[in-house]
């Protein structure tokens, strides 16, 4: 998607449409803009990457003069704000823990996430030390201000700890009293009724988001190998890692992947609660010291307030080097203000000069120290052999650094050593923390160049009979690409259409997969054009393929009776005259159209932020509270809200179908099948209603009857975004009804037996 070769809004357009949504566009368009202006050449990539932690530098820089400008700081001469901006940004920059940030790549999302969120710092404070002189120039600023932070927010999420560090700026630069007052104005506050009100609806606001985030979270913690307490005791231990790692610098404790052990309790390994432990003493310390050495209390809290979001319970990855990027800037500052205030006091008898000389001194040898350091640290990425190869010596277990290097020697031509290192890695991974299609991909490929095909064949169908039960699916459309083929150069026909189909099915349960669909419709036209003149059935529909049509009118139609519209659209534009073709295009019009429709009808949101009136307000609310089904007492004021939309609206469909989720989640099953047949009534043409009526009735025993709902609901919407997960739960419906079925036989057989002994 990123591949583009002319600039134009239409190219630009789709890159907010990757896995990453509008919250990482900017690098989207920076890659984008590289590939375009380089040809795709991988130089092109670092360097805008050296120009981007260039800039970074020289944003460090500012936001460090402009905070050493703060009244609360604010030193004798300009020249020591200088030394200490100066030696801090580029102590930072030329530190190799950000290596990884910079020379890989993909990481700029990191970079420029760090640029804009210090730019918007720097700018932020330079309106707060100009607002008594000219409200105009603080105005200029703050607005900039909000530019920067823009950028921040559409480089990276965890851009939202932005309001957090500069409203610690405020507090602890520009009224450092408020933490002395602190305990005195909320004691004050306490006694008003009006400000405890907005205290206990604050906290009631924020115990929703927070409990919402964390069921939302939960989710994503089903494809991991920890659950979310492991998460959190692990990232105490990880932290603390972190924090070495910058204030002891060595390149040998930099990987691209790092074996973790997952922290099971506080004991579980010992070093957790240490880990705990220190980060709260260092956490309580920075708190009670923050009016006494600001710098330091500022950058610690900066350093743990920056990892926040990607060290707690998001269901992230547990470590990554680059995660350091911007919370080093913190640690660092920290150290250097230690350090100084500990030099200040040793250095009492010399002369001004003599400290100078000094501390420019021991920062230059500092600097040339840790670029030295970097500049070791970048061989290890001389090649993408070497990186990989240092991963997998630093990480031994970790199935990814294996799968990696695989796909490296790959590339290089080293296919022996390829297929040990895949072997490898499908040997140490296990259930939510493998890469087995990525290894098992590189160990055909492999076996393929060594052995042949007919062995890289029986290699790859092994494998897949061998994958784990809910394997990383990222590299899966390649492999089954990949298998497809080799099936149908061994002429076995259906065996390579599964294969396709399955890589369809893939495709269309994981959209962020959408980029291999090409090399899936190449792998099904192979095998159509393979078999146009020998009247196979590849489909197992009892009739030769493609028969009378042409292969690209038998792919058209094949792929629009799968779902896949994309393909059947792009392989339909090929043959433009051909009345199949036509046909399928007219039949995907219709079915868009419905599509559009129940879209729009689709959920409640609209009632929340486009109400038309005191029932859809009322209908909103209902709804809002139904996310907290679990407490005591929602549910009846939940259904009173219901009453009174349904006073208002009486034709409203989305009252009862909402009362009966209510009843659903309350248990009360055949309550909520009443409720949503009178919501069907009122909007047959609602799939919204008819898919609820298909759990509802599922809930209350109706298997046929809940097939036939959810089978209506697919009519309505044949673009349902969950349609494959639909599917599949009708497919387990049909397998229980035949099992109902085949065991009411049974019975019934025995009853007859016995009554035919009986009467004998």
């Known amino acids: 998607m990123t591949h583009v070769t002319e600039l134009s809004p239409q190219t630009l357009k789709p890159l907010h449409q990757t896995q990453f949504g509008p919250w990482r566009l900017l690098p989207m368009v920076s890659f984008a803009f590289d590939y375009w202006w380089g040809n795709g050449s991988v130089a092109a990539y670092h360097v805008t990457n050296n120009v981007i932690h260039a800039l970074c530098w020289l944003a460090c820089l500012w936001m460090l003069w402009v905070l050493l400008s703060t009244p609360r700081l604010v030193p004798a001469d300009r020249d020591k704000r200088f030394f200490g901006a100066l030696s801090v940004a580029t102590l930072w920059a030329l530190h190799p823990v950000q290596t990884s940030a910079v020379t890989y790549v993909v990481q700029r999302m990191a970079t420029l996430q760090a640029l804009f969120f210090m730019a918007a710092v720097a700018a932020f404070i330079q309106g707060r030390l100009g607002v008594y002189a000219s409200r105009a120039k603080a105005a200029f600023w703050w607005s900039l201000a909000v530019l920067f932070s823009l950028g921040a927010f559409l480089s990276k999420e965890n851009a939202a700890m932005l309001p957090v560090i500069l409203g610690l700026i405020e ?13 005195r104005r909320l004691g004050e506050s306490l006694k008003k009724p009006r400000i405890v009100l907005l205290v206990i609806l604050a906290g009631v606001v924020g115990f929703w988001v927070v409990s919402s985030l964390l069921d939302s979270f939960s989710k994503g913690y089903e494809i991991r190998h920890f659950t979310m307490k492991e998460r ?83 269901p992230l990855e547990l470590i990554f080097d680059h995660r350091m990027y911007l919370p080093s800037v913190g640690l660092i500052l920290a150290a250097f203000e230690a350090v100084r205030r500990v030099f ?35 061989e290890d990425w ?26 490296a020697l790959i590339r290089a031509g080293r296919y022996a050593e390829a297929v040990e290192a895949a072997q490898k890695a499908v040997e140490v991974g296990r259930d939510h923390f493998e890469e087995h299609f990525v290894a098992a991909t590189n160990l055909v490929i492999g076996r393929l160049y060594l052995d042949g095909e007919e062995k890289a064949l029986e290699e790859a169908e092994r494998l897949l009979g061998t994958a784990p039960k809910a394997p990383d699916a990222t590299a899966l459309p390649n492999f089954l690409t990949i298998l497809a083929t080799l099936q149908t150069r061994a002429e076995r026909y259906r ?8 890589a369809l099915d893939v495709l269309a349960k994981f959209p962020r997969l959408r980029s291999d669909a090409p090399m ?24 030769p393929d493609p028969g009378e049509l042409q292969p690209t009118e038998w792919i058209v139609r094949k792929l629009h009776d799968l779902g896949d519209w994309e393909g059947a659209k792009r392989f339909a534009d090929t043959v433009p005259a051909s009345p199949v073709a036509q046909e399928v295009r007219r039949v995907m019009a219709l079915a868009e159209e419905r599509n559009r429709f129940q879209s729009a009808q689709w959920g409640y949101r609209n009632y929340l932020w486009k109400p038309k009136g005191l029932a859809d307000v009322a209908a909103g609310a209902a709804y809002g509270l139904h996310r907290w089904h679990g407490f005591a007492g929602i549910e009846k004021l939940g259904l009173k809200l219901l009453h009174v939309a349904e006073l208002r609206r009486p034709d409203n469909a989305d009252v009862p179908l909402l009362k009966g989720w209510y009843a659903f989640e309350a248990g009360r099953a055949q309550e909520a099948v009443a409720l949503a047949r009178q919501a069907v009534a009122l909007a047959p043409q609602s799939a919204k209603a008819w898919i609820a009526l298909g759990f509802f009735e599922q809930r209350a025993g109706n298997v046929e009857r809940s097939l036939a709902a959810f089978q209506q609901t697919l009519e309505l919407y044949p673009g349902y975004p969950k349609r494959q997960v639909l599917q599949q739960l009708m497919t387990e419906l049909h397998t229980q009804l035949a099992a109902q079925s085949a065991e009411k036989e049974s019975a019934q057989q025995a009853n007859v037996t016995a009554t035919f002994h009986a009467r004998r």
């Open 232 to 314: 959190l005791l692990t990232e105490a231990r990880v932290v603390m890692r972190y924090f070495f790692t910058v204030l002891v610098p060595d390149p040998r404790a930099l990987s691209l992947e790092h074996d973790v052990e997952v922290s099971r309790s506080l004991f579980d390994p010992p070093a957790t609660v240490l880990s705990l432990a220190a980060i709260a003493g260092l956490l309580s310390a920075s708190l009670w010291t923050i009016t006494r050495w600001p710098l330091i209390s500022f950058g610690l809290l900066w350093f743990f307030l920056n990892l926040a979001i990607e060290s707690s319970v998001v």
């Open 520 to 543: 899936v419709y190449a792998a099904m036209n192979r095998l159509v054009q393979a078999v146009a003149e020998k009247n196979e059935d590849i489909d197992g529909d009892g009739s």
């Open 382 to 407: 001389e090649t993408a052999v070497n990186i990989n190869a240092d991963a997998v010596r630093k990480a031994p277990n970790h199935p990814r650094a294996h799968a990696n290097l695989a796909s």
């Open 171 to 183: 507090v602890t630069f520009f009224r450092p009293r408020w933490w002395a007052e602190l305990p």
């Open 495 to 502: 065996d390579a259409y599964g294969s396709v189909q399955k």
């Open 344 to 378: 200040s006091k040793a250095a009492g008898r010399w002369t001004i000069h003599e400290r100078e000389k000094i501390a420019w001194s021991a920062v230059a040898v500092l600097s040339a120290v840790l670029c030295l350091m970097t500049f070791v640290r970048n």
